[in-house]
C-alpha cells in the first residue's frame, strides 16, 4: 500500500512542508500592488516553524494544536513543550493521551471506523475511493497503523472530533467587499491612507470565536462545489430555505462564485480539533466583490454551525478561529487594503 511504509528521510521532507501557515518573503513595504497576480511572484512561501498570533508575535507553529482541555471536553492532553514537537527530536517518555469522541465512535457517514476493526483498511497517502486521503503538504508517515501528524506531537492520540484518520478536508470562502459610505464610496484608514476591505464572518456555536464560514469537504465533493455550498449554509441560512427561495438564492450564488478568484492557502492548519493521528487541512479561497452589487442583493443571515453572521473590518485587531487570522491577513495584503496602524509594518513573516 503506497505510503505505508515511509522512512526518516520523508519525515524530514514531511516536517518541512507541513505547515499552519503562509508566510510572505520579503516584500519591502508591504506593496501587493507591485506583485502580479501570481502568488509565486509575490514571494509566498510555507514557513514549518514560525507563525503569528493576532497580536502579531512569533509563536509555534504547532500552538492550537496542543490546546486544553480538548474541544468540547475535559480531556486534558500530555503537555509538549516547543522544543519536542518535532518527530525527528527523540522523546522516549512521550505519553500522550488517547481520546476519540462518543459522536465519532457511533459510526456516522463522516466518520471512518477504528484501525483495529478488521473491516477497514485505508489507503493513506491516497485517493481511497471517494475519500481524499492525500494531503496538500505531501506524503506522511504511518507508524503503528496510525497516520502521524505531519507537524508535529500535539499530545493526544485517537481522532477527537474528527471523523478521518489523517487529514480532515475543509474548504473556507472568504467574502470580501469595501467597505463604502452612504454615497458608495470606498472608506479609505485615516492612518494607512488604505481603503478597507470587509468580509462576512460567522460567530461558531461549538466554541464561540468569529470565524470564516467554511466546512468540510464531502467524499467526492468538488472544493468549489464546497464553498459555494458552506457559504450559503452558514451566512445565508439556505437549509431554511423554500424550494423557491433556495433556487433564487442559487443563482446569485452562481454569480459570485463563478468569477475569478485568489486561492489564499491550501494545506494543514494549526487547529484546536488536532491530535497526533488526525488533523485539519483546508483550501481558503477569497471571492471578492468589487462593485458590492453581488452581495447587496443577498441578506445574510446565519444557519447551520453559525450562530450570527456579518460583515466585519478587516485589520490587524482581529481575534479569529485557528489561523483565519493568517488567511484574512493574506487577503488584505493581496488586495492592498488597509490593515495595520503601523504604516512600516515587517512584512519579511507573519
Known sequence: ?????????LATVSLSV????????????????A???SFSSCGFHLNSNMMSGSDGTKENSH????????????VQRSQVPNEKVGWLVEWQDYNPVEYTAVSV????????????ESSFSPKFNEKDGHVERKSQNGLYEIENGRPRNPAGR?????????????????????????????????ITHPISGKNILQFVAIKRKDCGE???????????????????????????????????????LEEKLHKLFSQEHLVIYKGYVDDPRNTDNAWMETEAVNYHDETGEIMDNLTLEAGDDAGKVKWVDI????????????FIKLVAEKRDAHWSEDSEIDCHGL
Request: some cysteine; overall charge positive; hydrophobic content about 35%.
Open 1 to 9: 500500500m503506497a505510503g505505508r511504509f515511509l522512512g526518516k528521510t
Open 18 to 33: 507541513a505547515l499552519a501557515s503562509v508566510t510572505l518573503k520579503s516584500l519591502g513595504r508591504c506593496s501587493i500592488a
Open 35 to 37: 506583485c502580479s497576480n
Open 63 to 74: 500552538n492550537k494544536a496542543r490546546t486544553s482541555p480538548y474541544p468540547g471536553s475535559k
Open 105 to 116: 465512535l457511533a459510526g456516522p457517514r463522516w466518520a471512518d471506523p477504528q484501525i483495529s
Open 154 to 186: 500535539t499530545g493526544l492520540v485517537g481522532r477527537g472530533l474528527l471523523g478521518r484518520w489523517g487529514p480532515n478536508h475543509a474548504a473556507d470562502p472568504i467574502i470580501t467587499r469595501w467597505k463604502r459610505d452612504r454615497s458608495g464610496n470606498k
Open 210 to 248: 468569529w470565524a470564516i464560514p467554511g466546512g468540510m469537504v464531502d467524499p467526492g465533493e468538488k472544493i468549489s462545489a464546497t464553498l459555494k455550498r458552506e457559504f450559503g449554509e452558514e451566512a445565508l441560512n439556505s437549509l431554511q430555505k423554500s424550494g423557491a427561495e433556495k433556487r433564487e
Open 315 to 326: 485589520s490587524d485587531k482581529l481575534k479569529l478561529y485557528a489561523s483565519h487570522f493568517q
